[in-house]
């Protein structure tokens, strides 16, 4: 049982230790030390609900003391990204604007469920501002380690909770991904991070959250931790697929602009499931195009009173981003929303004859912090975007996709993606239980 108190430990295997007796509040006490011994040289945590968290854990041990039964994630920590609310602490999303803001005055509600369900929330995650990058290097509050390599980059623009999961500070870290934030950081870091279904998961409470792409979703090192969450996150529990599902690797684009390593893990995860068929994703570079294009206009939404007014506060990479964004024109914008609805029609076609896409996460490993711009396959692109290449296609369909961590001991993180139809989050997390109990996925925590 005290397994449940160490870095190693899962979501799955703390809530069952809980149950059977382990106090939430030593489970707690263990995560908040570990986020203490750690965090300084990560800079997962922007924030810590120390005394929320202690509260909250001695009130879940005096309930099951009078007989309560707690819930499937009885006294699991987690810590979710600056955006999403936390009350008693300020919603930053990352900024310099809000980093002096009132206090949040409730929970959103993807915490609120959490904590119904026993989980306790432990503090805010570090991001890239607004989620616009993809390697959480914030000029306000600090650049995130990959507890893998401290001198390359977690990801992003979800880094923060990439990064805590990794290095065993929590078992659970809930993100966001608009056109990879939660996937590209779960590949560079090593763990497993679902995009869910859009639209599956409430995203009250959530700074910045009224775009048509981004989606709430969970970070973790295992399949079956990644299951419970978007259970609890959703309000839905699906059951495993009924037979045998038909899987394929996605040809054309996705075979193109990968190195080595991403190219070995893809192949590795396809021949343990046993598909040898090759798919084509539909338009995959308009997708991309359109996806990117969508979310730059929706990014600038609500932020041009901001850039009028307190211009000199906005991180300067994220400014020029911004000004860039408030300029595109509104005809690009419905014609790319135009394309995004036959993409997806295509896609349901698709998804008639094949039930899942096996397809790479990332180009490469983790470059090291500070890295400009990648030069993959012979084409040299910035940084933020190369790194997103294979998750930004995805962005604007409605289907859930997962990164599984592919097993590489002694060699920097690498993960694939795996892609359904709306809904089959169950089938995703199937697969890659499948690829866990073959030894071709796995999580272990950061030295």
């Not at 059951?239 to 190195?259: C, I, K, S, T």
């Not at 997390?429 to 690829?435: G, M």
Request: overall charge positive.
């Amino acid at each position: 049982m005290t397994a449940a108190l160490g870095a190693e430990a899962t979501a799955v295997a703390i809530a069952a230790a809980v149950k059977d007796g382990m106090p939430a509040r030593a489970v707690i006490d263990a995560a908040l030390a570990r986020i203490e011994a750690r965090n300084t040289g990560l800079n997962a945590f922007t924030a810590i609900a120390l005394e929320r968290a202690r509260r909250r854990a001695t009130q879940l041990d005096e309930a099951r003391a009078r007989g309560v039964a707690p819930g499937p994630l009885a006294g699991v920590p987690f810590g979710v990204k600056a955006m999403i609310d936390i009350a008693g602490l300020p919603t930053t999303a990352g900024s310099a604007l809000y980093r002096d803001a009132p206090p949040a005055r409730r929970d959103a509600e993807v915490v609120r469920r959490l904590e119904a369900q026993g989980a306790i929330c432990v503090g805010a995650l570090n991001m890239d501002e607004f989620g616009m990058g993809g390697t959480t290097e914030n000029a306000t509050f600090g650049t995130t380690r990959n507890p893998h390599d401290p001198t390359r980059t977690p990801g992003g623009s979800s880094g923060g909770c990439a990064a805590a999961v990794a290095a065993g500070l929590v078992p659970l870290a809930i993100g966001s991904d608009a056109l990879g934030s939660v996937r590209l950081p779960a590949s560079l870091c090593g763990i497993f991070g679902l995009r869910p279904t859009r639209g599956d998961i409430d995203a009250t409470g959530v700074l910045g959250s009224g775009g048509t792409i981004s989606t709430l979703g969970p970070l973790a090192r295992s399949a079956a931790d990644i299951g419970l969450a978007h259970a609890v996150m959703a309000d839905r529990y699906d059951a495993p697929p009924a037979q045998a599902l038909r899987v394929a690797a996605a040809g054309g684009y996705f075979g193109e602009r990968l190195d080595a390593d991403a190219r070995e893990a893809v192949a590795r995860a396809l021949h343990a499931l046993g598909a040898t068929r090759v798919v084509e994703f539909p338009q995959a570079k308009r997708a991309r195009a359109a996806s990117t294009l969508i979310n730059a206009s929706e990014s600038a939404t609500g932020k041009l009173g901001l850039l009028r007014t307190r211009l000199a506060q906005f991180d300067p990479a994220t400014r020029t981003r911004f000004l860039a964004h408030a300029l595109l024109p509104a005809q690009w914008y419905l014609q790319a929303q135009r394309f995004r609805r036959w993409h997806n029609e295509a896609l349901r076609r698709l998804f008639a004859d094949v039930d899942v896409l096996v397809m790479p996460a990332t180009p490469c490993v983790a470059p090291r912090i500070g890295t400009a711009t990648l030069d993959i396959a012979g084409v040299e692109a910035p940084t933020g975007p190369m790194l997103g290449w294979f998750t930004q296609p995805l962005a604007g369909t409605d289907c859930p996709a997962l990164t599984v961590p592919v097993a590489r001991p002694g060699r920097l993180p690498m993960g694939v993606q795996l892609f359904a139809p709306p809904r089959r989050e169950a089938w995703l997390v199937h697969l890659a239980a499948r690829l866990e109990s073959a030894g071709v996925a796995s999580s272990p925590v950061a030295p």
